[in-house]
């Protein structure tokens, strides 16, 4: 089990377009990914599209990615990479 | 073939062709979803999913379409539609609850749709507030394949029609069959909306701002719609639409643009070289403008990088990125940039900037951009670091005064000396031009032609401005005349100017994609033209086959006509002389252009 903190930094925040690629990368692996809002409680699959988008997360916001399973390692990582590299919106 | 007296609605043309086809009405607004006891819930529940899978076939089918057409910054929506199809909440939860409930589907649906966009509608970012429509256009998918009358089943539906709304969000375009729909005409938006952009981008004919349009006609009513004059026509004669053919079977012709060799020079009968352009708005239309033989874009308007933002303004980056692209792309032929030409309407959340009631005379082009300076400083920095990757140049709209040029032209060296400064970056010189679209610039080209490195000719405005007549407005649009002699008077003397200063003058308006217009600019000494890229190959072509030395004489002669049928009716025959290729559709647009077709 992983558990980090994150940050969004794209400017648009986690619109459609950029939730879109979330859920797509997350179901590339089969550990169980959540996500919150460090700021409440709800917790959310982030293979959920429409989940991502009731976080409201927008820019600044800081979400707790939690990961559970075979491959989480590699799936944590891959998702800060997302993350860091704003979605690739402000290449 | 016309059911029916013919009925002329007026609105605003923004999006240019003239098309005929059968009216689809899209509306919703008024739907009302009952509860339904249902008894067989599992029948319910696999008319639910046979709704859902109909709906993902049709969005995959789209999203194909739609990255050929626009490319797929615009396509990368559908993506996030068709996960919301497959997401837990819109499958396995709304079944479970059609079980539960016995309600039917529809109910369901909208209950679950209540609840996800009541609580988007609490959030308080603006942004994220207002994407709830991509919720509300996949729930409308569903229960518009729920409902059986396939209104979206595109496959059941005629070719050639003709949309009517309301309204009609950018986001709705990924919902049309680009195949079958011809035309837009919608009650709500204007030529600035971000709708219109897409329209010309995809070359849609387009119409809006029609008052009452949508309660007064029915789906499957015949009109023809004309993107140039903003009117729809319910049940248009027969000889109308003849007069209109040439104009209609353009748009199709449009929609499949021929390749067109370029790398080699446009030379007239007798020699002398002309260069083409490309007058764009979306940085996909760079691969369109390429196809048909560009020698640059004479003119990119950078209005849609700005109406992407319903709030703020976009960044350095976001604007690097898009100028950048387009830099290289088009090399090694240049990109001319104008900077933001919108009036103050795209800024309207600006508290300081109140609505204005002729928005036209008011706070736009230019003196919008020195009004808010942080906005132009962007640009302007996107502008200068993007042209590391190419030729780029710099054109400033609605100049009036040379203050303005020497306001900007200081932005523009603060912006290079800081970039030089915190970054290092040296860069190389950016020419600037400047728009000439305002009588008071031509009157004073001389002191502002000093001050520029080139001149680029706004045709559409400047015979708005210099007849004073605003073309969307039905009681006078018969006095737009690009003929009229006053506009000559100016093109000439604009082109005078532009030789005796050396420095280049690019006609950059609609009417240099007509044949007679652009013989009779080649024969006043312009040598640039940029116009819309499908009218390059025919422009092309006309001009090599006219000697430049005889469309000079043309040119003299029709600046010796008092009134604009005159001069229509000599520039007509007297080019038809000279070219092979058959003109008559051309010689009846350029009357209908001056409003001279009764004539």
Redo the contacts between chains.
């Keep these: 089990m992983i558990r980090q903190s994150i940050m969004v930094t794209n400017r648009l925040g986690l619109h459609a377009r950029a939730a879109a690629k979330l859920v797509q990368l997350a179901s590339r692996f089969s550990s169980e990914i959540h996500l919150s809002r460090e700021d409440a409680n709800q917790r959310i699959d982030s293979k959920s599209i429409l989940g991502i988008l009731m976080l409201a997360a927008s820019q600044g916001t800081r979400l707790v990615v939690s990961i559970e399973g075979s491959d989480e390692a590699e799936a944590g990582e891959a998702i800060r990479q997302l993350f860091d590299g704003k979605f690739g919106e402000e290449n | 073939m016309a059911s029916g007296p013919e009925r002329i609605f007026q609105g605003n043309g923004v999006s240019s062709g003239v098309t005929v086809g059968r009216a689809l009405k899209l509306d919703s607004r008024n739907r009302v979803i009952l509860k339904i006891h249902i008894d067989d819930v599992e029948e319910e529940a696999r008319r639910y999913q046979r709704a859902l899978a109909t709906s993902k076939e049709q969005l995959t089918a789209l999203k194909s379409q739609l990255e050929e057409k626009l490319g797929s910054e615009h396509s990368?929506?559908l993506?996030?539609h068709l996960?919301?199809l497959d997401?837990?909440?819109?499958s396995d939860d709304i079944v479970a609850s059609i079980r539960s409930s016995c309600a039917n589907a529809e109910w369901v649906l909208e209950q679950a749709r209540n609840r996800?966009v009541s609580?988007?509608e609490s959030?308080?970012?603006e942004?994220?507030r207002e994407?709830h429509r991509?919720?509300e256009d996949v729930v409308e998918r569903i229960l518009l394949n729920l409902s059986g009358s396939q209104p979206f089943s595109w496959e059941s539906l005629p070719e050639d029609l003709i949309l009517v709304s309301h309204d009609f969000s950018p986001s709705n375009f990924v919902t049309l069959d680009l195949k079958k729909v011809r035309g837009l005409a919608l009650e709500s938006g204007g030529r600035n909306s971000h709708t219109a952009i897409i329209s010309r981008g995809l070359r849609l004919p387009a119409v809006m701002g029609i008052r009452d349009i949508a309660g007064s006609i029915v789906t499957g009513d015949l009109l023809l719609l004309n993107g140039d004059d903003g009117q729809v026509i319910v049940n248009p004669s027969q000889e109308r639409i003849e007069s209109h053919r040439h104009r209609i079977e353009a748009v199709g012709v449009a929609a499949e643009a021929a390749p067109c060799p370029s790398g080699r020079r446009i030379l007239t009968a007798d020699g002398m070289p002309v260069s083409l352009r490309a007058n764009t708005e979306l940085p996909h239309e760079l691969r369109v403008a390429k196809r048909c033989g560009a020698e640059g874009i004479g003119m990119f308007r950078s209005e849609f990088l700005y109406f992407r933002h319903r709030h703020g303004f976009p960044?350095v980056?976001?604007q690097l990125?898009v100028y950048r692209t387009m830099a290289k792309e088009m090399s090694p032929y240049a990109v001319a940039i104008r900077t933001l030409d919108a009036g103050s309407e795209s800024v309207a959340d600006k508290p300081d900037l109140a609505s204005q009631i002729n928005p036209s005379m008011g706070l736009r082009g230019i003196r919008l951009s020195l009004h808010i300076k942080e906005a132009f400083h962007a640009q302007i920095e996107a502008i200068l670091r993007a042209s590391c990757e190419g030729r780029i140049e710099i054109v400033l709209p609605m100049v009036s005064t040379v203050e303005e040029i020497w306001q900007a032209k200081a932005v523009i060296d603060k912006v290079r000396a800081h970039l030089a400064d915190t970054a290092g970056i040296s860069l190389n010189l950016v020419p600037v031009g400047v728009m000439i679209e305002v009588p008071a610039a031509v009157l004073a080209l001389e002191v502002l032609a000093k001050e520029v490195d080139f001149l680029c000719v706004g045709t559409n405005d400047l015979i708005q401005y210099t007849l004073a007549v605003d073309r969307g407005n039905p009681y006078v649009a018969y006095l737009y005349q690009p003929l009229h002699p006053s506009v000559l008077y100016c093109l000439h003397r604009i082109s005078e100017v532009s030789r005796k200063f050396n420095k280049p003058a690019r006609i950059c308006g609609e009417i240099s994609s007509n044949p007679f217009f652009a013989v009779l600019l080649l024969g006043m000494g312009f040598s640039q033209l940029s116009m819309n890229p499908l009218s390059i190959p025919t422009i092309r072509r006309v001009l090599s086959e006219v000697p430049a030395g005889a469309s000079r004489r043309i040119a003299k002669r029709a600046l010796q006509f008092a009134t604009a049928q005159e001069i229509c009716e000599y520039l007509t025959n007297a080019v038809s002389k000279l070219v092979k290729m058959d003109l008559t559709s051309y010689a009846k647009e350029i009357a209908v252009l001056n409003d001279l077709s009764e004539g």
């Excluded at chain 2, 997401?87 to 819109?90: E, H, K, M, S, Y």
């Design positions: 990368v929506i993506d996030a996960l919301m997401d837990r909440a819109l996800m609580a988007y959030l308080q970012d942004y994220l994407r991509d919720i960044d980056e976001e990125s």
